[in-house]
């Protein structure tokens, strides 16, 4: 059995991180929209106005925000209810993954690897200038109940493969039926929208749209991240990670659905297929806070000796070098005590 960092957790009572509510509407606190569609989606345009059911998967936008050593992700669209996937990826810290590796941590029936690499020499590769350090995906459907849940599911995902993850859920649709989890990440979708690309192909843009998928993800929780500027690629795809759809942000400028992931190189297309969040202030205060109780103590000393030399795939590489020994060590002793 694989070791995990993260396990499966309930539902909770609240998705509230201070003056943000995650429940799949944008405040205005997260501004502008730093990338808008530009491409009318070829998984269906959602025409039920639901907050949980959808008949149509499409990213309009992204909004972003960094609070508290939060990230916050705000994917304006719809996500449709036959457990289509919103794939997003995370360039956050030195290294990681350009082209998306099969060695990859087992998570949600092994999706990254799907993705990755088969044994040919293939696989999902990034822009030049990103290489994913972690991974995050939301689904929702109708499941055996005959209602319908969400589910989370995320991994880190080190250069040379491996990495430790985990999942949450099912949850629901809206502020009631938002995942949380006792570790801090937080999802919660709201299908409503019945906007987005319309009018034909690759007519208009998503920027009047301001309901779907949000999403908080604690910075601590990306081993190795201390502060910097944040890249994120995403994309809907197929039930199985296994179909790349053409609704990828910042905008493919036209075209069909990619297909296969492996097959896909986003180098090769104009333009950027990410947007980058400015965090030069700084992100989480507590990096070395392994267990995530707000405290750098005895706890998080205990765990970082018992992975001493280890590539810090179960936590500890505070520096993102590949290694867990005495940089990351001082890294822990200088921040000890209550996170600021």
């Known amino acids: 059995m694989r070791p995990l960092m ?33 491409t009318q989606t070829q998984f269906g345009d959602s025409n039920l106005g639901a907050i949980g059911l959808a ?16 990230l916050f992700l705000m994917f304006a669209g719809n996500l449709e209810s036959n457990f289509n996937k919103l794939d997003i990826f995370i360039d956050a810290i030195p290294g990681g993954q350009n082209r998306v590796l099969g060695t ?35 689904t929702g459907g109708v499941g055996g109940s005959a209602a319908y849940e969400s589910y989370i599911n995320f991994a880190t995902m080190p250069t040379k ?5 985990g999942y949450a859920g099912p949850g629901g649709s809206g502020l009631a039926g938002a995942i949380v989890t006792k570790i801090g990440f937080s999802a919660a ?7 987005g690309v319309i009018g034909g192909t690759d007519v208009g843009d998503g920027a009047g749209v ?18 910097g500027d944040i890249k994120v690629c995403a994309f809907v795809n197929g039930g199985g990670h296994d179909y790349l759809s053409n609704q990828v ?33 700084g992100g989480t205060p507590c990096p070395a806070d392994l267990n995530g109780d707000t405290f750098v103590d005895a706890a998080d000393l205990a765990s970082l000796l018992n992975v001493w030399d280890s590539n810090g795939s ?19 002793l200088n921040v000890w005590g209550a996170c600021a």
């Open 6 to 38: 993260f396990i499966a957790l309930p539902l909770l009572a609240s998705s509230a991180f201070g003056a943000t509510v995650v429940d799949g509407s944008a405040e205005k606190s997260y501004g502008a929209p730093l990338a808008v569609q530009n």
């Open 189 to 195: 979708i709201n299908n409503s929208n019945i906007l």
């Open 104 to 138: 990859n941590v087992d998570v949600d029936f092994n999706a990254i690897n799907r993705m990755g690499d088969n044994g040919t020499g293939n696989g999902l590769t990034f822009d030049a200038a990103f290489a994913a350090d972690f991974f995050f995906s939301f």
């Open 55 to 70: 008949n149509g998967s499409e990213i309009d936008s992204v909004r972003a925000k960094i609070e508290g050593g939060v």
């Open 161 to 165: 493969g491996a990495g430790v993850g």
């Open 210 to 227: 301001s309901t779907g998928v949000e999403i908080a993800i604690p910075l601590s929780q990306i081993p190795g991240y201390v502060s």
């Open 314 to 332: 179960a936590g500890g590489d505070l520096n993102g070098d590949g290694i867990v020994d005495a940089a990351d060590l001082a890294i822990l």
């Open 249 to 281: 942000l910042a905008g493919l400028g036209g075209g069909a659905n990619l297909g296969e992931p492996r097959a896909v190189n986003f180098d090769f297309i104009p333009g950027d297929q990410f947007i980058t969040i400015a965090n030069g202030g």
